[in-house]
């Protein structure tokens, strides 16, 4: 049985969380609440400090950044053998992972049966290999168009189509998301999911997909969350991620980069993408300065201890993790305040009318 790291770390933490509260009420030594009280704030202030540290040396890789730099970063790992299909992206996540993955997608797809499917025409844009678009072609049987900035992805797209062929109605085109080539008010839904992190400048992306919306049309976003619990047990930084539900101002920075591993200014690799995490606050402001108004909003993919003991007793097997995840997030999505603290922001919204502000 494998044991990872992250399990490792969450379940010391939960350990030192239980003897804390023994020793406050029962116990009542207060020598064992104060080591692990030392150690819980020691470890929050080094999360803190290498926040601020990593923050400090991606400023200037970030600055720099260009579209040619994240396209060539994209052909790089599409090009790697056990990572240029769908499927091998998600192999090389572990069991857990690879689980919320596939779930993802089994989520949005939800969000287009509930809200896009009076649509007359979707695009989908940073398509990637083209699981959605399919979908909202085969599934939903409306005219579809997926983007991407990466040929090699719309090739493997272009074969999915194939394999399922229908006259007419789906398309894939290679382009920036932020300068697509459509003319104005040409869809009335558009999906932009998991790549508004990836834009240098995410309000271009956004003011992109409110002028090839005709009025009315709906925008369907997920993106990353900084409220996520990332499998923490240490209460200092649940409470952290608890109160930035209020304001986000008490968050450390971010880096904004990623590349195969979360950035690290103490193991730096040879080559970054953008990689943005968006609070509550900042995603709504930056949707309201772009002209949409929310009609909808919730998280996905709770990243908390349970899981992780569920991924370690199923022996990596995905569909018994499946099986025992699925049904506790549907009771933990419903619940108040948990329900916001998941991995990704989910948000629906419609464009507001030329004299409704915006």
């Known amino acids: 049985m494998t044991v990872s790291r992250r399990f490792q770390k969450s379940a010391f933490e939960f350990l030192l969380s239980i003897?804390?509260?023994l020793d406050l009420i029962w116990w009542q030594t207060r020598v064992i609440f104060w080591v692990c009280l030392v150690y819980f704030v020691g470890a929050y202030l080094w999360h803190r400090r290498e926040a601020v540290l990593n923050f400090r040396c991606s400023e200037r890789l970030r600055q720099e950044m260009t579209l040619r730099a994240i396209k060539d970063i994209e052909r790089v790992y599409t090009l790697r053998?056990?990572?240029n299909t769908q499927e091998k992206r998600a192999r090389s996540r572990p069991p857990l992972d690879r689980h919320f993955y596939y779930a993802r997608y089994e989520r949005v797809q939800k969000l287009l049966d509930r809200f896009a499917r009076k649509a007359t025409r979707v695009l989908d844009m940073g398509c990637g290999f083209g699981r959605n678009t399919l979908y909202i072609r085969h599934i939903l049987q409306l005219p579809a168009v997926g983007l991407d900035l990466d040929s090699l992805k719309l090739a493997e797209a272009w074969r999915g189509a194939r394999e399922k062929p229908l006259t007419g109605g789906i398309g894939f085109v290679c382009g920036d998301v932020a300068q697509p080539p459509f003319r104005p008010g040409s869809f009335d839904c558009i999906l932009l999911t998991e790549i508004l992190e990836h834009l240098i400048e995410p309000a271009e992306?956004?003011?992109a997909c409110?002028?090839?919306?005709?009025d009315g049309g709906l925008l369907i976003v997920t993106t990353p969350s900084r409220h996520n619990l990332n499998y923490s047990n240490n209460p200092i930084v649940i409470l952290e991620k608890v109160l930035s539900l209020l304001s986000d101002r008490i968050l450390p920075p971010?880096?904004?980069l990623h590349a195969r591993?979360?950035?690290n200014w103490r193991k730096p690799e040879p080559q970054y993408g953008m990689h943005y995490q968006f609070s509550r606050?900042?995603?709504e402001g930056l949707l309201e300065r772009a002209g949409f108004e929310r009609i909808w909003?919730?998280?996905f993919e709770l990243e908390i201890f349970p899981f992780l003991l569920i991924e370690l007793f199923a022996q990596g097997e995905l569909e018994r993790i499946r099986k025992a995840v699925t049904p506790v997030e549907a009771v933990l999505e419903k619940t108040p305040l948990i329900k916001d603290l998941g991995q990704h922001l989910l948000w629906v919204g419609r464009k507001r009318a030329r004299g409704g502000g915006g």
Do not use: A, I, S
Request: negative net charge; hydrophobic residues 30%.
């Open 19 to 21: 003897l804390l509260l």
């Open 81 to 83: 053998e056990d990572f």
């Open 205 to 207: 992306g956004l003011t």
């Open 210 to 214: 409110r002028e090839m919306l005709c």
């Open 254 to 256: 971010y880096h904004n």
């Open 261 to 263: 591993y979360e950035y």
């Open 281 to 283: 606050q900042k995603l």
């Open 297 to 299: 909003r919730g998280t």
